[in-house]
């Protein structure tokens, strides 16, 4: 709408300033003309971000959540980890990330497992998105899963912590969605808590499990 305004105006504001002619054809018109072209495709063909995919696994190039690049903290660059299922637990150090990140099993039915590292500090800290579903973790009860800042947002379901931890540990956040996640052991503190910053939205919902929320 504002490129077919400023379409009409700037020949309009061109053609009063040429000395001898009030005509479209004019070289001031053309120019102006060549100029909303321009305009014109930047306003209205603005490129959504496009998804890097890796896939993990043992017998992938990529073997580890670790050795994956993770978006700059400013970035909202697309994410997407697909995990192989592995019998040996996925090792899983502190990863601090902007983008829109999701990591999911490469099959649903065979949930790969996450060894998170009993820091009571969050392993994966979201300052922009992330979604993880569908997978298992082990580490004991002073391993947190996720974390986010006053930007970020989570989206954590079907998650089993086979040996207790924190599923969320927040610092504020936008949205923090939590559905059907099982905690089998207990927590160091809390499975889902937030400290210092506003925590903008957030939903629990573990209706369809048997686990009552610690």
Same mark, same amino acid.
């Given at each position: 709408?504002?490129?077919?305004? #400023?379409?009409?105006? !700037?020949?309009r504001?061109?053609?009063?300033?040429? @000395?001898?002619?009030?005509?479209?054809?004019?070289?001031?018109?053309?120019?102006?003309?060549?100029?909303?072209?321009?305009? %014109?495709?930047?306003?209205? /063909?603005?490129?959504?971000?496009?998804?890097?995919? =890796?896939?993990? $696994?043992?017998t992938?190039? !990529?073997?580890? #959540?670790? +050795?994956?690049?993770?978006?700059?903290?400013?970035?909202?660059?697309?994410?997407?980890?697909? #995990?192989?299922?592995? +019998?040996?637990?996925?090792?899983? +150090?502190?990863?601090?990330?902007?983008?829109?990140?999701?990591? %999911?099993?490469?099959?649903?039915?065979?949930?790969?497992?996450?060894?998170?590292?009993?820091?009571n500090?969050?392993?994966?800290?979201?300052?922009?998105?992330?979604?993880?579903?569908? !997978?298992?973790?082990?580490?004991?009860?002073?391993?947190?899963?996720?974390?986010?800042?006053?930007g970020?947002?989570?989206? =954590? %379901?079907?998650?089993?912590?086979?040996? $207790?931890?924190?599923?969320?540990?927040?610092?504020?956040?936008?949205?923090?969605? /939590?559905?059907?996640?099982?905690?089998?052991?207990?927590?160091?503190?809390?499975?889902?808590?937030?400290?210092?910053?506003?925590?903008?939205?957030?939903?629990?919902?573990?209706?369809?499990?048997k &686990? @009552? &929320?610690?």
């Open positions: 709408m504002t490129a077919q305004i #400023l379409r009409r105006l !700037i020949p504001f061109f053609d009063s300033h040429a @000395p001898n002619s009030r005509s479209a054809s004019s070289p001031r018109a053309q120019r102006s003309t060549a100029i909303m072209d321009g305009l %014109e495709a930047r306003c209205l /063909f603005t490129a959504a971000p496009a998804t890097t995919v =890796v896939h993990v $696994g043992p992938q190039a !990529i073997k580890s #959540l670790d +050795a994956v690049k993770w978006p700059a903290n400013s970035s909202h660059a697309k994410l997407d980890i697909i #995990l192989d299922y592995s +019998a040996t637990p996925y090792s899983v +150090a502190h990863h601090g990330f902007g983008g829109d990140v999701t990591i %999911e099993p490469a099959n649903p039915n065979m949930q790969p497992t996450l060894k998170l590292a009993p820091t500090y969050p392993t994966l800290y979201s300052n922009y998105k992330l979604y993880i579903h569908n !997978i298992k973790t082990v580490g004991g009860n002073k391993g947190i899963l996720t974390g986010t800042n006053t970020g947002s989570v989206d =954590v %379901e079907h998650v089993t912590m086979t040996d $207790g931890g924190a599923i969320w540990r927040g610092q504020g956040c936008v949205n923090a969605i /939590f559905k059907d996640n099982d905690d089998l052991g207990m927590a160091y503190d809390y499975v889902y808590s937030n400290f210092t910053g506003i925590a903008q939205n957030v939903l629990i919902d573990n209706s369809n499990t &686990v @009552p &929320v610690q």
